[in-house]
């Protein structure tokens, strides 16, 4: 087997050719059928996002602050033609002028002096605010309660309980509660100097209370909708950050955990390991018993793995029969000894399947920080690169990455040749 020596430079470029030697014109047979080569897509470990999901919330906080503007600015519009029409009446045509000035240079430049802040929820949030305040004013100067106006009430809601959740949904109906009721007084005339004063009839209440309770109707069906989103939205972030089959945690996630642990490592002076870890015989149980015993053969391994691992450490699944343990605060000994322990219990519990005990082997590939180097790509591949000198020392055993193909541990002994029990004759016809 022909490998790239570790201190040799590489540099990435698209398709399968991912990783090249310096200057060289070929990439070894090694990298090219290696599985950690084409799982980093040409990026660095330190070049994947620290956390995907929380840029990904605030791309759609973006997004939603571009839709707001543009509902302001249209408000804006329908506001000056509508108080220009003939029939249209205007308590204080001033007054309502200044708010509409000051709520447009508010808008613009909400859209384009704070871009810088357009993806942070208090900005969201300041906008929604604005247009509830501006909302208020010109159902205030446009005739109260019987204002054409009212329904942007309804407007102001929704949007907020789609776009900031349930929570500031309920605070905006409630201030929209406290607004009704001060437009119903007003509009009536009934202050004559303190609220005891105030003098409202039940007929009079009546249309205000409807709308009322319909405003509330709306904050909670909105809350729903929006609690129901977040729950689809966690399922699906959920279902991006594990593997399916197995429930450990894919390979994304890994890289995203190991780049925050090489952080605090670093910063610390400590220490961790990677194990890579492989199955030595899923080819010849799916030939022998089917796909569905492969499948249950790697449940069974991430199972027993999973069991021997402690809570700090991180176990993922590459996909196939591959995985990689991440074990912070672990020597590349200590590591070496857990690593023989998961072999030894996967070699020592034979996998069970319609009758038959299968023995099953993996083998293992082990680098370490600082032992093996600074660089959490480069350790990554040397423990990929251990692995494969396990394949080529005959498997099911532990090894150490050494750039010489030696081992720096003691090897287990020779594995005996995988046996299968000749399956029965129902099994041995089916497809």
């Known amino acids: ?181 001060l437009l119903a007084a007003a509009d009536r005339n009934a202050f004559s100097g303190s609220l005891a004063a105030l003098k409202v009839d039940a007929e009079y209440l009546s249309g205000p209370l409807i709308r009322l309770s319909l405003i509330w109707l709306l904050a909670w069906a909105v809350s729903l909708a929006a609690e129901e989103s977040e729950v689809t939205k966690e399922k699906i972030r959920q279902l991006s950050r594990t593997d399916q089959l197995t429930g450990l945690w894919n390979m994304k996630m890994l890289l995203i955990f190991m780049q925050r642990e090489y952080q605090r490592t670093f910063t610390r002076a400590g220490k961790f390991s990677v194990l890579m870890i492989d199955a030595d015989s899923l080819k010849a149980v799916n030939d022998m018993f089917g796909h569905h015993a492969g499948t249950m053969l790697i449940v069974f391994i991430s199972e027993t793995m999973r069991s021997e691992l402690r809570e700090e450490d991180m176990l993922a699944r590459f996909g196939g029969d591959e995985f990689v343990a991440f074990l912070p605060e672990t020597s590349c000994q200590d590591a070496w000894r857990v690593a023989e322990r998961l072999r030894r219990r996967i070699e020592d519990a034979p996998l069970v399947y319609e009758g038959h005990s299968v023995r099953i082997t993996v083998s293992c590939g082990i680098a370490c920080f600082p032992g093996h180097g600074d660089d959490l790509t480069e350790i990554m591949k040397k423990a990929d690169r251990a692995l494969y000198q396990s394949k080529d020392l005959g498997k099911n055993r532990c090894t150490i990455f050494s750039d010489e193909n030696e081992h720096e541990n003691s090897p287990a002994a020779e594995p005996e040749p995988v046996s299968f029990p000749e399956p029965r004759s129902s099994r041995a016809s089916s497809p």
């Open 1 to 181: 087997m022909t490998e790239a020596r570790p201190d040799e430079e590489k540099s990435a470029l698209s398709g399968k050719d991912l990783f090249v030697k310096a200057g060289a014109e070929r990439i070894s047979s090694y990298e090219k059928s290696s599985p950690i080569y084409s799982l980093l897509s040409g990026q660095r470990v330190g070049q994947i996002p620290i956390d995907e999901h929380k840029e990904i919330d605030r791309e759609e906080r973006g997004a939603h602050q571009k839709m707001l503007s543009r509902i302001q600015l249209l408000l804006l519009a329908l506001t000056f033609l509508s108080t220009r029409l003939p029939c249209a009446q205007v308590l204080q045509p001033w007054l309502l002028n200044s708010a509409m000035a000051v709520f447009g240079l508010f808008a613009l430049a909400a859209r384009f002096v704070w871009q810088e802040h357009h993806r942070e929820p208090w900005h969201l949030a300041l906008n929604t605010w604005a247009m509830l305040l501006f909302t208020a004013v010109l159902i205030w100067q446009t005739g109260f309660l019987s204002s054409p106006f009212q329904s942007l009430f309804f407007l102001c809601i929704m949007l907020t309980g789609i776009m900031l959740g349930p929570k500031t949904a309920y605070q905006q109906a409630g201030v929209v509660t406290v607004c009704m009721l």
